[in-house]
């Protein structure tokens, strides 16, 4: 929720924006070449946070904290137009804050939001200095010019002593993202030049420049984040690349055609785009928001909603292994603990032996369901005939003959044997904990590429109350189709005869085209 009130500021930032630059053309202002291309910055750079921000599904602090910065030089490239007192003031304003942003961004990609020593004194010093130069622009303008200078330096013998302090943690990041940031040096070095030689005639030309910096510097490497963050769009949900870019280019093509028809000029035309942009923000959100809370299974073949489902299932993955390292193993290790001062008694040692062993047996077994491992000096059905002994084994107290038909040539790539190990696991053990028949029948083939696994059992369940059973309280058979129906695969339950029910999981091999889409 914290993540969505973040994007909805920036949308009311960017519709604020436009109605300032609207502003522009409800006073007359005239506007030359020269002035329409800060129009033009600020533009890329609200376009640039719909874009990152849209993008970062996993919610990275990094992308988030670049796109407020990103606001904040858009506003502080706006009112450099302006000559108003109250522009003017918000300009001046506007220096210690985005010095202290900029200054928080950069320690926060060097460590990647993670803690390092006098983390708490810097921060200390940093929001201090940034309110004492707002504290000053209310006394005086050579108290603020003052404090403000007071607030530079800090910020440059800040980040001094924590990159060299920790100097080897900062090569570490520095040599990792290498590439981007030699990119982006020449970039803003060939920018400079450029700036520099078509506004030498300009008083004070390079006095603010500075202040762009962090943000030429870092551009490359957020960009590449929000790649490796799943670069996705909620609406490439129902729209490809294709698609996009030919609607995009028809809609920007007949607002150009418009603004010209109605004698309109540049900033009607930015104005027109920035409008744009701001609905497709909005509807990134919205879709962004309606898929968090509920992901149609059968919706394939889309960045965002692959991004998505993974970023869940990783989630779930990692609450259940934090469930059952604090339940089971965390637990056990406490009672050998507190055991250890008894240990001197024959009975206690035996217990404490006792406890190792099944503590031994239990991690094997979660080993085994979180990473299945097929021995590589067997046939895929000899890895599963051993399962299912497994299974058998874990149920002492049921009678189930298992008969299992596979061929001793069948041939499954990765990770398509894993996943039926995982199939064939989760099927098999509902049998015997749910079905209260006493025989049960696996079919495995491989024929053309395509896999058909079928258990089914001589039971008195019915296939319409597995069928319609609740997802929450019947969870295996929900992640079973979640995971055949994200392989293109297809599940199909029916009444086994005389009695019973059959579960028949159909998948495509393919080649690398799946593998991305893998759910482990």
Known sequence: MKHMAIKLMFLINYIIIVLHMSWFIHVGTELNIHSIIPFILLSLMLIDITYISSCNIRENKVISLFCGLLALDSWYILLTLESTPSATVIFRLLSPIIGYVSIKFVFLFLFQGSGYKFRKTTDILLTMT???????????????ACLYGIQFVINILCFLFIVIYHHKRVNFVLISEKKSLL????????????????????????????????????????????????????????????????????????????????????????????????????????????????INPMIKDNNFTAALIQLQQEEKLKNEFANFLHDDVLQDLLSVKNM?????????????????????????????????????????????????????????????????????????????????????????????????????????????????????????????????????????????????????GSVSISNNIPCGICIQTRILMKGDDSYQHFVS
């Open 183 to 294: 990119f982006s040096i020449a970039v803003t070095v060939s920018i400079f030049l450029i700036y520099y030689y078509a506004t030498e005639n300009i008083s004070n030309h390079l006095e603010n420049f500075g202040i762009y910096l962090p943000l030429l510097i870092f551009f490359i490497s957020v960009h590449s984040i929000s790649r490796r963050e799943h670069n996705s769009l909620p609406l490439s949900t129902i729209l490809n690349r294709k698609h996009m870019i030919l609607i995009l280019t028809s809609i920007l093509t007949v607002l150009s055609l418009e603004v010209l028809c109605f004698g309109g000029g540049y900033l009607e035309l930015v104005i027109s785009v920035n409008t744009l942009f701001i609905l497709i923000f909005l509807c990134n959100i919205v879709l962004a928001q309606s898929f968090k809370q509920g």
């Open 130 to 144: 940034c309110i004492g130069s707002l504290i000053g622009f209310v006394i005086s303008s050579t108290a603020f």
């Open 340 to 488: 250890m001062g008894k240990a001197h008694r024959p009975e206690v040692q035996d217990l404490i032996v006792e406890t190792l062993e099944s503590l031994n047996t239990h991690i094997r077994q979660q080993m085994q369901d979180y990473h299945p491992i097929l021995l590589k000096n067997l046939t895929i059905k000899d890895n599963y005939l051993n399962l299912i002994e497994a299974i058998s084994l874990s149920f002492p107290e049921r009678d189930i003959y298992v008969n299992f038909e596979c061929s001793d040539t069948l041939f499954l790539v990765e990770p398509y044997n894993v996943l039926v190990y995982r199939l064939l696991k989760e099927l098999l053990t509902n049998v015997y904990k749910h079905s209260n028949g006493n025989h049960a029948w696996i079919m495995l083939s491989q024929e053309k590429g395509k896999i058909e696994l079928t258990i089914s059992d001589n039971g008195t369940a019915d296939a319409t109350c597995v069928i319609t059973a609740d997802t929450v309280t019947h969870k295996g058979i929900a992640s079973i189709k979640e995971q055949v129906y994200r392989m293109e």
